[in-house]
């Protein structure tokens, strides 16, 4: 760019160096403007995928707090053997007033030894059932996960002790002879009979408190279940 004044015959030019800087901020000024206009969208967070149908959604951090908890089963198991105990007692005392107040005496009962039998093996198997279900109850509130695996380890624990004190007893009956010291009662029944009653009785037993003990494994967490949806 030159500038001519009257008169003078030179022409002055402006520097090129001068010329180059205001472009330069002229396309600095452009380029911030256009960079101003451009939003960036940042990318989604990584996310797990969705759960099936009829799957529950569970926080990755929460998994390491799922599965068999042996202190909970364990000490579910205490509460199913002091309620079964509890439990006896009570309905031993209850039927002791109630024969004392309906004048039913030994001689009635072997009277009428069925009755009698499959009245004590049912009256057993509900107490047993419904003190498997409280312990298993106990067991799902303390691991708060999984409360259907509690309530089997609660079942499962007793199993395993029933049997190991089984083997016990058997093993000190051999030895000594304790069963054949006891007066047990002479009821009239056929062995078949008593030996299948015995046996259905235990698989009743086996399978109600097993039942009993996972659903009480399941309500025991729904607790839990509760309070996370109000928080």
Same mark, same amino acid.
């Given at each position: 760019m030159s500038q001519q004044y009257p008169g003078d015959t030179a022409t002055?030019?402006?520097?090129?160096?001068?010329?180059?800087?205001?472009?330069?901020?002229?396309?600095?000024?452009?380029?911030?403007?256009?960079?101003? %206009?451009?939003?960036?969208?940042?990318?989604?967070?990584?996310?797990?995928?969705?759960?099936?149908p009829g799957e529950e959604e569970i926080d990755a951090e929460l998994l390491s707090y799922?599965?068999?908890?042996?202190?909970?089963?364990?000490?579910?198991?205490?509460?199913a053997v002091s309620m079964s105990v509890l439990l006896m007692a009570a309905v031993a005392g209850a039927a002791l007033g109630t024969a004392e107040i309906l004048d039913y005496t030994t001689s009635d009962a072997k009277a009428?030894?069925?009755?009698?039998?499959?009245?004590?093996?049912?009256?057993?198997?509900?107490?047993?059932?419904l003190a498997f279900y409280i312990g298993g109850y106990v067991a799902g509130r303390l691991a708060r996960f999984d409360g259907g695996r509690q309530g089997f380890g609660v079942w499962m624990i007793a199993v395993l002790l029933a049997v190991v004190a089984g083997g016990a007893g058997w093993v000190l009956d051999s030895q000594y002879g304790f069963v054949d010291d006891i007066n047990r009662p002479n009821v009239d029944i056929a062995d078949n009979t008593l030996l299948l009653g015995s046996i259905?009785? %235990?698989?009743?037993?086996?399978v109600l408190t097993l039942l009993a003990a996972i659903l009480g494994g399941k309500s025991g967490r729904r607790y839990h279940d509760r309070i996370d949806q109000l928080l």
């Amino acid at each position: 760019m030159s500038q001519q004044y009257p008169g003078d015959t030179a022409t002055i030019a402006t520097p090129a160096g001068d010329a180059s800087t205001q472009k330069y901020e002229e396309a600095r000024a452009a380029a911030s403007r256009a960079m101003s %206009t451009i939003t960036v969208t940042p990318d989604p967070p990584l996310r797990t995928p969705p759960a099936l149908p009829g799957e529950e959604e569970i926080d990755a951090e929460l998994l390491s707090y799922r599965g068999f908890k042996f202190g909970a089963a364990f000490f579910g198991w205490l509460i199913a053997v002091s309620m079964s105990v509890l439990l006896m007692a009570a309905v031993a005392g209850a039927a002791l007033g109630t024969a004392e107040i309906l004048d039913y005496t030994t001689s009635d009962a072997k009277a009428q030894p069925g009755a009698a039998s499959i009245t004590a093996a049912g009256v057993t198997v509900f107490m047993l059932t419904l003190a498997f279900y409280i312990g298993g109850y106990v067991a799902g509130r303390l691991a708060r996960f999984d409360g259907g695996r509690q309530g089997f380890g609660v079942w499962m624990i007793a199993v395993l002790l029933a049997v190991v004190a089984g083997g016990a007893g058997w093993v000190l009956d051999s030895q000594y002879g304790f069963v054949d010291d006891i007066n047990r009662p002479n009821v009239d029944i056929a062995d078949n009979t008593l030996l299948l009653g015995s046996i259905a009785a %235990t698989a009743a037993v086996l399978v109600l408190t097993l039942l009993a003990a996972i659903l009480g494994g399941k309500s025991g967490r729904r607790y839990h279940d509760r309070i996370d949806q109000l928080l």
